[in-house]
């Protein structure tokens, strides 16, 4: 069974441009979970969406936005970037929101 | 809000000495509990999974007990070997999203 998998897996964008990342979640998980990892913040829950509707939402600026498609693969886009937004981005896809979390390798975001 | 606590935050001990992890939490309305290692620039690997009914779960060299009551779980590493040299962290589930401790870095010793 495919885990789950996070392109682009390195990306350089410079300050105020915009980015988006994307997620495919294991396959029949149809719940998708974002979060950014910075040394200084650890791990933090920016939003999460069950079928193609987000259900929670973290403590972030509306410059961070995401969405789901039908088939479970979900996106997340920063607009604007700032130097602060340099981070590791990893989803989680989960079947139900009690069940156990399985995590992507992440997309590393470097704002220069 | 929850805030979860990882102690120690560093450990380096000797190959087949047995690994003690302890986290905490202040909310103890959880949903579950979930334990992670993460290697260097990598995504996290589920280690354990213990919902909230449950005091303890076990896979392997690993087990994991929950006291929700006082907020803390331990996980424990038996017969450390090298390869167990990881960043491990401990996730709270409450409100259907996870909280995560800061991490206890991990260096078994050849």
């Known amino acids: 069974k495919a885990g789950v998998t996070q392109t682009p897996r390195y990306l350089i964008k410079t300050r105020g441009q915009q980015v988006t990342l994307s997620c495919s979640p294991i396959?029949?998980?149809?719940?998708v979970s974002w979060y950014q990892q910075t040394p200084g913040q650890g791990l933090q829950f920016l939003f999460e969406?069950?079928?193609?509707?987000?259900?929670n939402k973290g403590n972030f600026p509306g410059r961070f936005s995401g969405r789901q498609f039908s088939n479970s693969r979900s996106e997340m886009n920063v607009s604007t970037l700032e130097l602060g937004d340099s981070a590791l981005y990893l989803c989680a896809s989960f079947k139900d929101r009690v069940d156990e979390q399985y995590f992507g390798p992440g997309t590393r975001l470097t704002v220069t | 809000k929850q805030e979860v606590t990882q102690i120690p935050a560093a450990l380096s001990v000797p190959e087949g000495e047995n690994l003690v992890l302890n986290c905490s939490f202040t909310d103890s309305a959880i949903y579950n509990l979930q334990w992670f290692r993460q290697d260097p620039g990598k995504g996290l690997t589920s280690l354990l999974l213990?919902?909230?009914?449950?005091r303890e779960q076990t896979s392997g060299r690993l087990n994991a007990s929950l006291d929700k009551s006082s907020g803390r779980s331990t996980l424990y590493i038996a017969a450390s070997q090298p390869g167990d040299s990881a960043t491990y962290l401990c996730a709270v589930n409450n409100d259907y999203k996870l909280s995560f401790g800061a991490g206890t870095t991990v260096t078994v010793r050849a």
């Open positions: 396959s029949g998980h149809r719940s």
């Open positions: 969406y069950f079928s193609e509707t987000q259900r």
């Open positions: 213990i919902q909230s009914s449950q």
